[in-house]
T-cell receptor, first 115, second 112 residues
Framework: DAMVIQNPRYQVTQFGKPVTLSCSQT?????MYWYQQKSSQAPKLLFH???????NEADTPDNFQSRRPNTSFCFLDIRSPGLGDAAMYLC??????????????FGPGTRLLVL | AQSVTQPDIHITVSEGASLELRCNYS??????LFWYVQSPGQGLQLLLK??????LVQGIKGFEAEFKRSQSSFNLRKPSVHWSDAAEYFC??????????FGPGTRLSVLP
């Protein structure tokens, strides 16, 4: 089945220690998104890629970076995690760059714990 | 700017009872409308979407939603709730060139 896969499902890191979360997709979609979701809140968009074109949200901290080496994979790098970065990180894809006019397909998420 | 409200933070229903989750949006035109469900510790799963056409939309798991332009609403309904429906439900709106705007979510609890 075509799907969005996130690894690992749970990630524990130490305060200030860089961490990378990964996302892969078999849908062959052009757009990949990273969302941050804190407890009992709606997902908050961090950035997205349309193909290799990176689009950062204005309020995304510089501590968050992303890489997309090919169509299938996208990584979220947190350079120096703080306690406030503990959250669920959701990867999503959409077929094309129509923004909110496109259905987004979500992965299962990676829950990040910062000690 | 678009905005989405889900007036009910938490709803509790008995298994077998009917369900309606409310969603209201603010937008100048007719947006694209979505309902997603999130089980604990999981990602978001699309239940249904409205782009155009028939204002009553059928989705997965027996859910349906009705778009009412005059009320700027897109309420989600299910005639008979199952215990497995307990989850967080998010309404989202979008449009061309604009990111999704999610509502704050409604947590559904189901009593046996």
């Amino acid at each position: 089945d075509a799907m969005v896969i996130q690894n690992p499902r749970y990630q524990v890191t130490q305060f200030g220690k860089p961490v990378t979360l990964s996302c892969s997709q078999t849908l062959n979609h052009n757009v990949m998104y990273w969302y941050q979701q804190k407890s009992s809140q709606a997902p908050k968009l961090l950035f997205h890629y349309y193909d290799k074109d990176f689009n950062n949200e204005a309020d995304t901290p510089d501590n968050f970076q992303s890489r997309r080496p090919n169509t299938s994979f996208c990584f979220l790098d947190i350079r120096s995690p703080g306690l406030g970065d503990a959250a669920m990180y959701l990867c999503a894809t959409s077929r094309d760059r129509s923004g909110g006019a496109e259905t987004q397909y979500f992965g299962p998420g990676t829950r990040l714990l910062v000690l | 700017a678009q905005s989405v409200t889900q007036p009910d933070i938490h709803i509790t229903v008995s298994e077998g009872a009917s369900l309606e989750l409310r969603c209201n949006y603010s937008y100048g035109a007719t947006p694209y409308l979505f309902w997603y469900v999130q089980s604990p510790g999981q990602g978001l799963q699309l239940l249904l979407k409205y782009f155009s056409g028939d204002t009553l939309v059928q989705g997965i798991k027996g859910f349906e939603a009705e778009f009412k332009r005059s009320q700027s609403s897109f309420n989600l309904r299910k005639p008979s709730v199952h215990w497995s429906d307990a989850a967080e439900y998010f309404c989202a709106v979008g449009d061309y060139g604009q990111n999704f705007v999610f509502g704050p979510g409604t947590r559904l609890s189901v009593l046996p």
